[in-house]
Every structure is written in structure tokens, then in C-alpha cells.
């Protein structure tokens, strides 16, 4: 069988919630379950790269049928072999692979060439996307109100603070209306120059992160995903303009327009002391509009 060529156009970085496409390809996965491969989508998948965002909820509507509670997966292709999920051995990018979005159903696929709408969740993207955006938006506030916690130079963000949120993350999660960051100071942030006392006032800490954050969400400005091309793999970072200068952060995920989404952005901050490090951990939540 010659290789399939599923190399899928995604609409979700410009914050699509619907797609028309076409049939391209159809996989066995196993259990009576098909992954389903379209020219172009709308469904975000959790990405193998950033892992940070849930997969959308999407319904798959062919002039035959309509599936209702599609997974939506990466998948990758390397000499003519299909790879969907959980199978897939490499991250999106990795040379020499092709990377699409798989469409997991379970019943009778579609046929090749028939005509596909994607139909995403709207209020499930919506909490996601704004959840996402307040989630960059409080690593660059937090990265600001520690800025004075270093002796030393070190990495910068976008805009041109010490990278701490880069330097000590573990994990994001992005849910709706909601982020958590757990950050770890430990021995190497200590050598870098971070005073390991920062967090003593998480408290305070965290209410000037909130202040922060209100006052760049009250600029109201247009939030950007730009994309080096359409292909799933491909750069992508998100950007809007501060009142302290241009944000930019590499990020697979999806984004409001506007910063004026973002409602009521609220941080709190724990702080776990662990053998050898603290542990911190940073929750933004947002009021559902
Ligand atoms: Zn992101």
C-alpha cells in the first residue's frame, strides 16, 4: 500500500471551532476503533510536544453519519506506517516524520473522499483558550514581581525580565477557567542566583501577580497565535502587546482574540517544603463569562 499522505492543515491556531474537510485516510487502532484522517481540521489534540492543554470534544458529521465523542490524537507517519496515540514513539517535529490529526471513532469509519465537518465544543475551547492565555500571561507577572530575586544574569523572557518560570517549571496544566504551575527551587536555581527566601510571602507574591495580571488584562489588546505554516507540526507562538513591551512564548495550544477575554484573572500561591527544594505551586483562575 503506498503511503498515505495525511499531513493535516489545522485551523485551531486562529481559533477556529469548526472545519470543513475531506477523508484522506482511515487507520485501524484496535478495539472496533478507526482513526480517521482529514485534509483539514478544527480539533485540537493534545500535542506530544506540549501536553500542557486537554484535547478538544468534537462531533465528526459525513453525509452518512454523525460521531459523536471523537478522540482527538496526534499521529505520525514514517515509511508508510501510521502511529496514532499512545503509539506514537517521537515528539511533534521529530525529522523524518509526518504528523496529523486522528479523528479516533468507534464505529464504521467514513469512506475515503467523503466530505467531514469538524463541530469543536465551543464553551469547552472557550475555557480552555482563555486558561491558556492567563497562563502565559502569570508566568511573565510572576517572572516580573521575582525579577529582583536574582544575584546573577541569567536567561530572559520576552520581555526582558530572569526567565524563572522557564528556569523552575515541573508542570503546567491547563483545565477550564484554570492553570496550575508547580515550579521547584532547588540547588541548581540556587546556584544560578535565585534567593531561595522569594516565596516566604507567597501570599504577597501572589497578590502582586494578581495586580500585575489585572492590569495587563484592562489593556483589552488582540492576543496572536502566529504560525510559521499550517502544518500541525509546525512553530507556533503566542503574542500580544503589554504595556511592558511584546510577550511571546512557543506554545501548541489554543488562544483567545483579545486580552479583554480574560475575566477576573486571580492567582494563589502554596509553597511545599521538600527534601532539598520548595516546591511551588501557582493556580490562575478566571470568572466564566
Ligand atoms: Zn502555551
Request: net charge negative; charged share 25%.
Amino acid at each position: 500500500m503506498a503511503a498515505p499522505t495525511i499531513d493535516t492543515e489545522v485551523t485551531y491556531p486562529a481559533g477556529t471551532v469548526t472545519s470543513e474537510g475531506t477523508v484522506v485516510h482511515v487507520e485501524p487502532v484496535g478495539g472496533d476503533r478507526w482513526a480517521v484522517f482529514l485534509d483539514r481540521t478544527a480539533a485540537h489534540p493534545v500535542d506530544t510536544a506540549w501536553p500542557d492543554q486537554p484535547a478538544d470534544r468534537v462531533t465528526l458529521s459525513t453525509p452518512d453519519a454523525q460521531y459523536d465523542g471523537v478522540e482527538v490524537r496526534v499521529a505520525g507517519v514514517q515509511d508508510g506506517t501510521v502511529h496514532v496515540g499512545d503509539d506514537l514513539p517521537v515528539r511533534t517535529g521529530t525529522e523524518g516524520w509526518v504528523f496529523a490529526v486522528a479523528h479516533v471513532v468507534h464505529a464504521d469509519p467514513p469512506a475515503l473522499g467523503d466530505r467531514a465537518t469538524v463541530t469543536v465544543d465551543r464553551g469547552f475551547r472557550t475555557a480552555l483558550s482563555v486558561a491558556h492565555s492567563a497562563c502565559h500571561l502569570a508566568a511573565l507577572a510572576l517572572d516580573a514581581v521575582l525579577a529582583d530575586r536574582w544575584s546573577k544574569p541569567v536567561p530572559e523572557d520576552s520581555l526582558g525580565r530572569p526567565a524563572f518560570d522557564s528556569l523552575a517549571i515541573v508542570r503546567s496544566l491547563i483545565g477550564e477557567y484554570r492553570s496550575e504551575d508547580v515550579y521547584r527551587i532547588g540547588k541548581s536555581l540556587r546556584k544560578k542566583g535565585f534567593d531561595p527566601g522569594a516565596f516566604d510571602d507567597a501570599d504577597g507574591i501572589a497578590d502582586r501577580v494578581t495586580g500585575l495580571l489585572r492590569a495587563w488584562t484592562a489593556t483589552g489588546g488582540p492576543i496572536h497565535v502566529v504560525a510559521e505554516d499550517s502544518r500541525l507540526s509546525a512553530r507556533r507562538q503566542w503574542r500580544c502587546e503589554l504595556p511592558d513591551g511584546v510577550a511571546a512564548i512557543p506554545c501548541g495550544g489554543t488562544h483567545p482574540d483579545a486580552l479583554s477575554d480574560l475575566v477576573d484573572p486571580t492567582v494563589a500561591i502554596s509553597v511545599e517544603d521538600v527534601p532539598g527544594a520548595r516546591v511551588v505551586t501557582m493556580t490562575t483562575t478566571l470568572t466564566p463569562r
